[in-house]
């Protein structure tokens, strides 16, 4: 158990569709990162907050955005969902910002 | 551009005898390298990290060597056992901007056979 939790564990939705995926980080981390794992795909950064502040973005779409809350837990809200967004979406959280900790993962299926 | 590679898919040994995984890297400001181990249905599991200015760094029964000038590193395992059976990742970091985003290989897929 890492002490990252992500809510839900399987998300199953519809094209055009919004959702929103929850991570809380392990106790004391202040940096979170949203990695996207697609079929046959590495782990793909796709943003970073750092004590409620974006601090960096990756290969992240327009329609996909971010948040971290003062109590340190964040959002990632997915909209107009297409097929093409089903994967596994990992929270991870770090304390130094190198060694991350990965929560379970979100599995979204579009459909 | 795949910036980490791991050219492998898979891998399989007999238990008790050595696992080598491989990792290549093109980014030479890569300062920090990381394995991490997947479990089906799991999130990755941190294992063992190496920073540019070591060449290599002993965790139990994990090994990391890191070959700057080739651009390589590589993750052993002795002795291999059944449980040790997963998908291994390599990752890479380059501080930019205050963030230190991972860079991910594709993974390999390790069978240890008892």
């Known amino acids: 158990d890492s002490g990252v939790t992500q809510t839900p564990k399987h998300l199953i939705t519809a094209t055009g569709q919004r959702v929103t995926l929850r991570c809380s980080p392990r106790?004391?981390?202040?940096?979170v990162y949203w990695y996207q794992q697609s079929l046959d795909q590495g782990l793909q950064f796709l943003i970073q907050?750092?004590?409620?502040?974006?601090?960096a973005k990756g290969n992240i779409l327009e329609r996909f955005s971010a948040q971290q809350f003062p109590d340190l837990h964040s959002e990632l809200n997915l909209s107009s969902l297409e097929l093409g967004d089903s994967a596994l979406y990992f929270c991870?959280?770090?304390?130094?910002?190198?060694?991350?900790?990965f929560g379970p993962g979100t599995r979204l299926t579009v459909t | 551009d795949q910036q980490v590679k791991q050219n492998s898919p898979s891998l399989s040994v007999q238990e008790g005898r050595i696992s080598i995984l491989n990792c290549d890297y093109t980014n030479s400001m890569f300062d920090y390298f990381l394995w991490y181990k997947k479990y089906p249905a799991e999130g990755p599991t941190f294992l063992i990290s190496i920073s540019s200015i070591k060449d290599k760094n002993e965790d139990g029964r994990f090994t990391v060597f890191l070959n700057k000038s080739a651009k390589h590193l590589s993750l052993h395992i002795v002795p291999s056992q059944p449980g040790d059976s997963a998908v291994y990742f390599c990752?890479?970091?380059?501080?930019?901007?205050?963030?230190?985003?991972?860079?991910f290989g594709k993974g390999t897929k390790l069978t240890v056979n008892p």
């Open positions: 991870a959280s770090s304390v130094d910002g190198v060694e991350q900790y």
């Open positions: 907050y750092y004590n409620g502040e974006e601090r």
């Open positions: 990752a890479a970091s380059a501080p930019q901007g205050g963030s230190e985003k991972l860079v």
């Open positions: 106790s004391g981390d202040l940096s």
